[in-house]
T-cell receptor, first 112, second 120 residues
Protein backbone atom coordinates (compact mmCIF):
# COMPACT_ATOMS: atom_id res chain seq x y z
CA UNK A 1 0.00 0.00 0.00
CA UNK A 2 1.34 3.39 -0.98
CA UNK A 3 1.97 5.72 1.95
CA UNK A 4 2.80 9.40 1.64
CA UNK A 5 4.32 11.40 4.46
CA UNK A 6 4.90 15.12 4.63
CA UNK A 7 6.94 17.12 7.05
CA UNK A 8 6.65 19.35 8.76
CA UNK A 9 2.92 19.26 9.43
CA UNK A 10 2.94 22.88 10.48
CA UNK A 11 5.39 25.60 9.56
CA UNK A 12 5.46 29.15 10.80
CA UNK A 13 7.96 31.37 9.07
CA UNK A 14 8.73 35.03 8.73
CA UNK A 15 8.39 36.93 5.52
CA UNK A 16 11.59 36.92 3.53
CA UNK A 17 12.83 33.58 4.84
CA UNK A 18 13.46 30.38 2.89
CA UNK A 19 12.19 26.95 3.81
CA UNK A 20 11.55 23.48 2.39
CA UNK A 21 8.63 21.09 2.72
CA UNK A 22 9.40 17.40 2.28
CA UNK A 23 7.27 14.65 0.81
CA UNK A 24 8.32 11.01 1.17
CA UNK A 25 6.49 8.10 -0.37
CA UNK A 26 6.81 4.38 0.18
CA UNK A 27 6.61 2.68 -3.22
CA UNK A 28 7.64 3.34 -6.79
CA UNK A 29 5.61 5.96 -8.58
CA UNK A 30 5.72 7.64 -11.95
CA UNK A 31 4.22 10.99 -11.03
CA UNK A 32 3.94 13.42 -8.17
CA UNK A 33 1.76 16.48 -7.70
CA UNK A 34 1.72 19.48 -5.41
CA UNK A 35 -1.51 21.20 -4.45
CA UNK A 36 -2.36 24.30 -2.49
CA UNK A 37 -5.45 24.75 -0.30
CA UNK A 38 -6.46 28.08 1.20
CA UNK A 39 -8.60 27.97 4.37
CA UNK A 40 -12.17 27.05 3.53
CA UNK A 41 -11.35 26.65 -0.14
CA UNK A 42 -10.71 23.87 -2.61
CA UNK A 43 -7.43 22.33 -3.72
CA UNK A 44 -5.55 24.03 -6.53
CA UNK A 45 -2.96 22.21 -8.63
CA UNK A 46 0.51 23.75 -8.47
CA UNK A 47 2.97 21.34 -10.08
CA UNK A 48 3.16 17.98 -11.83
CA UNK A 49 6.50 16.14 -11.69
CA UNK A 50 6.85 13.18 -14.03
CA UNK A 51 10.50 12.11 -14.04
CA UNK A 52 13.55 11.73 -11.84
CA UNK A 53 15.29 15.05 -11.45
CA UNK A 54 12.30 17.05 -12.61
CA UNK A 55 12.22 20.60 -11.33
CA UNK A 56 9.42 23.10 -11.75
CA UNK A 57 9.21 26.67 -10.55
CA UNK A 58 6.43 29.19 -10.25
CA UNK A 59 7.18 32.46 -8.56
CA UNK A 60 8.62 31.81 -5.10
CA UNK A 61 7.83 28.10 -5.18
CA UNK A 62 10.07 25.42 -6.64
CA UNK A 63 9.30 21.71 -6.64
CA UNK A 64 11.70 18.86 -7.35
CA UNK A 65 11.52 15.09 -7.56
CA UNK A 66 14.03 12.36 -6.72
CA UNK A 67 12.41 9.07 -7.64
CA UNK A 68 15.33 7.00 -6.37
CA UNK A 69 15.00 8.46 -2.90
CA UNK A 70 11.19 8.58 -3.25
CA UNK A 71 11.34 12.17 -2.19
CA UNK A 72 9.92 15.43 -3.43
CA UNK A 73 10.60 18.86 -2.04
CA UNK A 74 8.72 22.13 -2.24
CA UNK A 75 11.09 25.02 -1.65
CA UNK A 76 9.83 28.43 -0.67
CA UNK A 77 12.07 31.38 -1.43
CA UNK A 78 11.69 34.71 0.35
CA UNK A 79 8.26 33.87 1.70
CA UNK A 80 5.43 36.38 1.55
CA UNK A 81 2.17 36.42 3.49
CA UNK A 82 0.16 35.42 0.40
CA UNK A 83 1.82 32.01 0.45
CA UNK A 84 0.08 31.12 3.70
CA UNK A 85 -1.96 28.00 2.94
CA UNK A 86 -1.88 24.23 3.33
CA UNK A 87 0.28 22.40 0.79
CA UNK A 88 -0.35 18.80 -0.15
CA UNK A 89 1.75 16.42 -2.15
CA UNK A 90 0.01 13.59 -3.96
CA UNK A 91 1.61 10.51 -5.47
CA UNK A 92 0.31 8.53 -8.39
CA UNK A 93 -0.38 4.85 -7.78
CA UNK A 94 1.52 2.99 -10.48
CA UNK A 95 -0.80 0.72 -12.38
CA UNK A 96 -3.96 2.44 -11.27
CA UNK A 97 -3.93 5.23 -13.77
CA UNK A 98 -5.37 8.38 -12.32
CA UNK A 99 -5.65 7.40 -8.64
CA UNK A 100 -3.60 9.56 -6.25
CA UNK A 101 -2.61 9.13 -2.62
CA UNK A 102 -2.41 12.43 -0.76
CA UNK A 103 -0.04 13.36 2.03
CA UNK A 104 -1.24 14.78 5.32
CA UNK A 105 -0.59 18.35 4.23
CA UNK A 106 1.73 21.05 5.55
CA UNK A 107 0.08 24.11 6.96
CA UNK A 108 2.27 27.10 6.18
CA UNK A 109 1.83 30.34 8.05
CA UNK A 110 3.91 33.30 6.93
CA UNK A 111 4.05 36.06 9.48
CA UNK A 112 4.72 39.71 8.75
CA UNK B 1 -14.46 26.03 -18.86
CA UNK B 2 -16.41 26.44 -15.62
CA UNK B 3 -14.36 23.85 -13.80
CA UNK B 4 -15.81 21.13 -11.61
CA UNK B 5 -19.20 22.12 -10.26
CA UNK B 6 -20.62 20.83 -7.00
CA UNK B 7 -23.94 21.36 -5.30
CA UNK B 8 -25.04 22.19 -2.77
CA UNK B 9 -22.13 24.17 -1.33
CA UNK B 10 -23.45 23.79 2.19
CA UNK B 11 -25.80 21.22 3.62
CA UNK B 12 -27.13 21.01 7.15
CA UNK B 13 -29.29 18.05 7.99
CA UNK B 14 -30.43 15.98 10.92
CA UNK B 15 -29.23 12.53 11.79
CA UNK B 16 -31.11 9.87 9.91
CA UNK B 17 -31.93 12.00 6.89
CA UNK B 18 -30.84 11.19 3.36
CA UNK B 19 -28.22 13.46 1.82
CA UNK B 20 -27.40 13.71 -1.89
CA UNK B 21 -24.35 15.53 -3.14
CA UNK B 22 -23.96 16.37 -6.81
CA UNK B 23 -21.02 16.87 -9.14
CA UNK B 24 -20.51 17.94 -12.72
CA UNK B 25 -16.97 17.17 -13.96
CA UNK B 26 -14.98 19.17 -16.48
CA UNK B 27 -16.17 18.33 -19.97
CA UNK B 28 -13.97 15.74 -21.66
CA UNK B 29 -12.44 14.37 -18.47
CA UNK B 30 -12.54 10.59 -18.18
CA UNK B 31 -12.07 10.21 -14.44
CA UNK B 32 -14.20 11.39 -11.55
CA UNK B 33 -13.28 11.16 -7.88
CA UNK B 34 -15.12 11.67 -4.60
CA UNK B 35 -13.08 12.68 -1.55
CA UNK B 36 -13.91 13.48 2.04
CA UNK B 37 -11.84 15.89 4.12
CA UNK B 38 -11.86 16.15 7.90
CA UNK B 39 -9.41 17.54 10.42
CA UNK B 40 -8.92 14.14 11.99
CA UNK B 41 -8.52 11.97 8.90
CA UNK B 42 -7.32 14.42 6.28
CA UNK B 43 -8.23 13.89 2.64
CA UNK B 44 -9.70 10.44 1.94
CA UNK B 45 -10.57 8.98 -1.44
CA UNK B 46 -14.03 7.44 -1.28
CA UNK B 47 -14.60 6.18 -4.83
CA UNK B 48 -13.58 6.90 -8.38
CA UNK B 49 -15.03 6.32 -11.83
CA UNK B 50 -13.52 5.87 -15.26
CA UNK B 51 -15.83 6.54 -18.19
CA UNK B 52 -18.81 6.41 -15.82
CA UNK B 53 -17.84 2.98 -14.43
CA UNK B 54 -16.89 2.65 -10.74
CA UNK B 55 -13.30 1.41 -10.53
CA UNK B 56 -12.45 1.46 -6.85
CA UNK B 57 -14.93 1.97 -4.02
CA UNK B 58 -12.72 0.60 -1.26
CA UNK B 59 -12.73 3.97 0.47
CA UNK B 60 -16.48 4.11 0.92
CA UNK B 61 -16.83 3.89 4.69
CA UNK B 62 -19.92 1.69 4.85
CA UNK B 63 -23.12 0.67 3.14
CA UNK B 64 -24.77 3.93 4.04
CA UNK B 65 -22.69 5.55 1.29
CA UNK B 66 -23.39 5.04 -2.39
CA UNK B 67 -22.25 6.79 -5.56
CA UNK B 68 -23.48 6.78 -9.11
CA UNK B 69 -22.41 8.24 -12.42
CA UNK B 70 -25.29 7.85 -14.87
CA UNK B 71 -23.53 9.82 -17.61
CA UNK B 72 -20.28 11.61 -18.36
CA UNK B 73 -21.46 14.93 -17.00
CA UNK B 74 -23.07 14.01 -13.69
CA UNK B 75 -22.36 12.08 -10.51
CA UNK B 76 -24.03 11.77 -7.12
CA UNK B 77 -22.84 10.71 -3.69
CA UNK B 78 -25.63 9.64 -1.39
CA UNK B 79 -25.60 9.05 2.34
CA UNK B 80 -28.57 7.25 3.81
CA UNK B 81 -29.10 7.45 6.70
CA UNK B 82 -26.71 10.25 7.64
CA UNK B 83 -24.89 10.34 10.99
CA UNK B 84 -23.04 13.15 12.81
CA UNK B 85 -19.68 11.49 12.07
CA UNK B 86 -20.36 12.04 8.37
CA UNK B 87 -19.89 15.77 8.87
CA UNK B 88 -17.04 16.80 6.59
CA UNK B 89 -16.22 18.62 3.39
CA UNK B 90 -16.86 16.44 0.36
CA UNK B 91 -14.89 17.19 -2.77
CA UNK B 92 -15.43 16.00 -6.28
CA UNK B 93 -12.50 16.03 -8.71
CA UNK B 94 -12.04 15.10 -12.34
CA UNK B 95 -9.03 14.39 -14.51
CA UNK B 96 -8.17 13.71 -18.12
CA UNK B 97 -6.76 10.32 -19.03
CA UNK B 98 -4.08 11.25 -21.47
CA UNK B 99 -1.44 13.94 -21.84
CA UNK B 100 -2.72 16.65 -24.07
CA UNK B 101 -6.32 15.66 -23.50
CA UNK B 102 -8.94 18.33 -23.20
CA UNK B 103 -8.61 20.40 -20.09
CA UNK B 104 -5.38 19.62 -18.31
CA UNK B 105 -2.13 17.85 -17.64
CA UNK B 106 -1.61 14.12 -17.46
CA UNK B 107 -3.85 12.71 -14.74
CA UNK B 108 -3.89 15.99 -12.80
CA UNK B 109 -7.03 16.06 -10.71
CA UNK B 110 -9.04 19.27 -10.73
CA UNK B 111 -11.13 19.80 -7.64
CA UNK B 112 -14.54 21.31 -7.25
CA UNK B 113 -15.35 23.87 -4.54
CA UNK B 114 -16.60 21.20 -2.16
CA UNK B 115 -19.79 20.62 -0.18
CA UNK B 116 -19.63 21.29 3.53
CA UNK B 117 -21.92 18.78 5.20
CA UNK B 118 -23.08 19.15 8.77
CA UNK B 119 -25.16 16.39 10.30
CA UNK B 120 -26.78 17.38 13.58
Amino acid sequence: ELKVEQNPLFLSMQEGKNYTIYCNYSTTSDRLYWYRQDPGKSLESLFVLLSNGAVKQEGRLMASLDTKARLSTLHITAAVHDLSATYFCAVGNTGTASKLTFGTGTRLQVTL
Amino acid sequence: DAGVIQSPRHEVTEMGQEVTLRCKPISGHDYLFWYRQTMMRGLELLIYFNNNVPIDDSGMPEDRFSAKMPNASFSTLKIQPSEPRDSAVYFCASSPALAGSIGGDLYTQYFGPGTRLTVL
